[in-house]
């Protein structure tokens, strides 16, 4: 109301200004100024002003602060793209309870999950140290046999190779001692025949300075038998008893003679 005072005085201030100042105008001009409806409308423009701009905004602060309840089960679907507000009301003990229960239950099955999932994790580590272990247990034993085996490879090389040493050195020994009973044989041999060729040779020396009463001897040529001789010296008739007769002659025990030989012929 105060307001509206004050807007009628200063709207009266004006209306006695421009009759002053209108006093030049024309008599159409005047009347259309001090019209009654352009006065009415005029002091009607700032209340309803007052009431949209202060008044109404006002009371809907008021209300909804104060007095506005919304209701809980009807909400407003968001248009897509637009930002909503809701108010929550004051939860119940029910719900509280139901909750509580909840994000007990939540948290139980967290906890069974994260359990779970540890669990597992033991497992398959368990499993993942287990078949470590049964590979390196694998491994060293494949070693251990492979160790083993050439081991036993070379121990059998190493026997093999004694083996034949011990042949090839029984088989040279046996050659060297064959050898060496050649020669020795060859060279005693040898030695007896040069003994008897000596003593042959003595013994005819021998007979040649004592000869014997008959005065006939008889070198034995190449190819000679004792029969043979006893034939060209006896005749074939005598020559079995004239063979004998040389023996004893002679001193011989047998009918061998050698090359080179001297014979006394009774």
């Known amino acids: 109301m105060g307001n509206n005072s004050y807007h009628e005085s200063i709207e009266k201030n004006r209306q006695e200004i421009s009759v002053d100042k209108n006093s030049s105008l024309s008599r159409a001009a005047q009347r259309q100024a001090q019209k009654p409806k352009a006065k009415k409308s005029k002091s009607l423009l700032m209340p309803a002003l007052f009431f949209i701009f202060i008044l109404i905004p006002v009371s809907l602060l008021i209300y909804v602060a104060f007095l506005f309840e919304p209701d809980d089960s009807l909400t407003a679907k968001p248009a897509e793209n637009e930002v909503s507000f809701e108010m929550n009301p004051q939860p119940s003990d029910t719900s509280v309870a139901a909750a509580e229960k909840e994000e007990k239950e939540k948290e139980a099955a967290e906890k069974d999950k994260a359990a779970a999932e540890k669990e597992a994790a033991e497992i398959k580590e368990a499993e993942k ?67 008897a ?59 061998s003679i050698s090359p080179g030989q001297t014979l006394i012929l009774p």
Do not use: F
């Open 129 to 195: 140290a287990a078949a470590e272990a049964s590979a390196k247990a694998e491994q060293k034993a494949n070693e251990e046999a492979k160790a083993k085996a050439d081991a036993e490879a070379k121990a059998a090389e190493a026997e093999a190779q004694a083996k034949a040493d011990a042949e090839a050195k029984a088989k040279a020994d046996a050659e060297a001692k064959s050898k060496a009973d050649a020669e020795a044989k060859a060279l005693a041999d040898a030695q007896a025949k040069k003994d």
């Open 197 to 255: 060729e000596a003593k042959a040779k003595a013994e005819a020396e021998k007979k040649e300075e004592t000869p014997s009463a008959s005065g006939k001897t008889y070198v034995v040529k190449s190819s000679e038998t004792l029969y043979r001789i006893a034939v060209n010296n006896y005749g074939a008739a005598g020559a079995a008893a004239a063979v004998e007769k040389i023996k004893q002659a002679n001193g011989l025990s047998s009918n």
